[in-house]
């Protein structure tokens, strides 16, 4: 390991010199551990060097699980974007320079473990600043060591058994000493917690934090801690982390053996305890399923309020009441709105309108349920056979679809989180489009067939699959009388964790541990009754195929899985999900297909078309650990495949 195998004075001429520009330095500009603590100033300045290394997940560039998986795709080669995470979509992962490279630092990932120590040394330091009130140095203690247990969950979500760097070697450090092992999954989850309880008992960590982007909402609270840790017990039941059978022979080079060898149901009996602290914290601290307040500004229905309701869970700039942890240092600026957007407005140009490169997949258009709240191949009153077929909206669709306008049945009678999360040609786009919010007026809809306003005008700028991502775009994100945006968006923090994550967590927990029961479904059909649809039960036993289906706890697994999907789709999660369940290698080796985006009539359009044959192999599961460190650290042992 490059960063871990130097000896301390290198690290902290290495850490000081990445970070100078939150940092003062002495007349003869050497840095030291003494002057970055001698002040309050400066020692604060050294707390948000910490922050710094937050993974950017506001950005699809920079968020492992935006481009990953299959939920959107580009055109090959891509134009506008990294390929560094979309690579690994390809398929094209590599042990000589891996993609998203967060173990040293490259190729779109953070240097965690320089994180991690910039951590170590801030926690032996910060008692030295004496302008400090002995609560401040506590409450940056605290969300320091949060900041340090999360960064080891996210090395090890993607590599596995990790080396834990509970402190920082000494100068003196024998070369033995610095070749550091790897330390078995299990010691690192109970560790990641320690440092999360520790945090959340230190009583000076504020249970929430008030005010704006500029002031310190952002700041870690006791709510985010509990959070977390339910997220990272969730992950460490989960299959790949727990009885995994692939890794039985998966030992560093002591014989210890890294991942344990059976299953252990304890696991989500701690994790279901976890989900409902976290949850039961959460709510006391005023926590809730976030509704639609812009009504005021809107004239609006119960059909269009309800997707907005659903696009303003996520896209709230300030206080927003569902999301418990806002990253305010990572946005869903221009770049994540402008590239969701496709062109509505004539007059609008690439050159500062919208993009529309982000392209969910005909696999996420079909994800989504049916108005039922049942998947479109389960609902026996859903023409499934027929979804390709052409229809014309009627009065009742039209403010779903453009009034007397043929596109696939497909888009039809879906549930509401559809028509808030995609965009699709023909489809209705409402919200503060050249301030047209009034549904009295003619409501702006997405033409996407070859040579019209919305389809691929050059080499780059278009969705490859036909569709676009509608949930990240803010609804007051507006077009100006020439349809461009670059001046007109609003921005929000990025939702690292929201309460319906938290809610769908529990009920996977509970199920597990007993199957199913009224409380699993409970926390679940919170979740569903926001996005306008049936409970579980009613919409299995009233309109399915296999009423009842819900009652095996196989089957109640697979409707939570499913949820998951379709509510935090586009946010990263789902390539986390399918790993931890060890369901990717299922769902991420099948064809990944779009509309035919060159084709002018609503016949020739609306065919599906071969974008890509994904390949997910087993080894897959784990980021490969640079050759180079393999190299420099004799004690490591690579992941399994690699």
């Not at 090395?155 to 330390?183: C, D, F, W």
């Not at 320690?194 to 929430?208: G, K, M, S, T, W």
């Not at 039209?398 to 049945?409: A, W």
């Amino acid at each position: 390991m490059k960063k871990i195998n130097i000896i301390l004075l290198i690290t902290v001429i290495g850490t000081f010199l990445s970070c100078k520009k939150f940092l003062d330095v002495v007349p003869d500009n050497v840095a030291t551990i003494d002057y970055a603590f001698n002040l309050r100033s400066s020692a604060e300045k050294y707390l948000f060097t910490c922050y710094s290394y937050m993974p950017a997940n506001g950005h699809f560039n920079t968020n492992p699980g935006f481009s990953s998986a299959d939920e959107i795709w580009y055109p090959n080669p891509p134009v506008d974007v990294s390929t560094n995470f979309f690579s690994i979509a390809q398929g094209l992962q590599n042990v000589a320079n891996p993609f998203g490279n967060f173990w040293s630092g490259s190729r779109g990932g953070k240097a965690l473990f320089r994180g991690i120590r910039d951590c170590n040394i801030f926690l032996e330091n910060i008692h030295k600043v004496e302008e400090m009130e002995i609560w401040e140095k506590e409450r940056w203690s605290a969300e320091v060591k949060f900041l340090k247990a999360y960064y080891h969950f996210y090395l090890l979500r993607m590599y596995g058994p990790i080396p834990l760097v509970k402190e920082n070697l000494p100068i003196a450090a024998s070369p033995a000493t610095v070749q550091v092992h790897r330390e078995p999954v299990d010691s690192c989850v109970n560790y990641i917690v320690q440092l999360l309880d520790e945090a959340f008992d230190n009583p000076n960590l504020p249970e929430n934090v008030t005010g704006t982007e500029s002031s310190e909402l952002g700041r870690i609270t006791k709510g985010i801690v509990k959070a977390l840790k339910a997220k990272v017990l969730v992950t460490a039941a989960s299959p790949l982390f727990n009885g995994n059978s692939e890794y039985i022979d998966f030992k560093d080079k002591q014989g210890v053996q890294l991942f344990s060898n059976a299953y252990d149901p304890k696991k989500w009996e701690r994790a279901a305890q976890a989900c409902k602290e976290a949850i039961d914290y959460c709510h006391s601290q005023g926590a809730k399923l976030s509704t639609f307040q812009g009504a005021a500004t809107y004239v609006t229905n119960d059909t269009i309020r309800k997707q907005l309701e659903i696009r303003t869970a996520i896209t709230i700039r300030d206080a927003n009441p569902e999301v418990i942890w806002a990253n305010t240092s990572s946005r869903a600026d221009v770049n994540m709105q402008r590239w969701s957007i496709p062109i509505i407005a004539t007059g609008a140009t690439s050159g500062s309108g919208p993009k529309g490169i982000l392209a969910p997949t005909l696999k996420m258009a079909e994800m989504f349920y049916t108005e039922h709240g049942l998947p479109i191949n389960s609902d026996r009153t859903w023409d499934y056979a027929g979804r390709y077929e052409l229809k014309t909206a009627q009065e009742k669709d039209r403010f779903y679809v453009k009034l007397d306008s043929n596109t696939v049945k497909l888009h039809f009678d879906r549930e509401p989180r559809f028509y808030a999360s995609i965009g699709f040609d023909r489809g209705i786009w409402f919200g503060n489009w050249i301030n047209n919010n009034d549904i009295t007026k003619p409501l702006n809809f997405v033409q996407a067939r070859a040579s019209e306003i919305s389809a691929r005008q050059g080499i780059s700028n278009y969705s490859i699959t036909g569709y676009w991502i509608k949930k990240l775009v803010n609804i007051e994100t507006f077009g100006a009388a020439d349809g461009n945006v670059v001046n007109n968006t609003v921005t929000y923090p990025w939702p690292e964790i929201r309460l319906s994550d938290l809610y769908l967590m529990y009920a996977e927990a509970l199920n597990e541990v007993s199957g199913y029961s009224t409380d699993a479904t409970h926390y679940l059909n919170l979740v569903r009754a926001r996005a306008g649809i049936p409970s579980v039960e009613e919409a299995w036993d009233r309109f399915s195929t296999q009423p009842g289906y819900y009652n095996d706890k196989g089957n109640l697994r697979k409707i939570i899985h499913h949820e998951r999907a379709i509510e935090l789709a586009f946010e990263g999660q789902r390539f986390w999900d399918l790993r931890r369940w060890k369901e990717a290698h299922k769902d991420l080796n099948q064809p990944v297909k779009g509309w035919d985006i060159t084709q002018k009539s609503a016949n020739s359009f609306y065919r599906s078309v071969l974008l890509y044959n994904q390949y997910f192999t087993m080894k897959e599961y784990l980021w490969p650990i640079e050759l180079g460190e393999m190299q420099i650290n004799k004690n490591l042992v690579q992941n399994p495949g690699w």
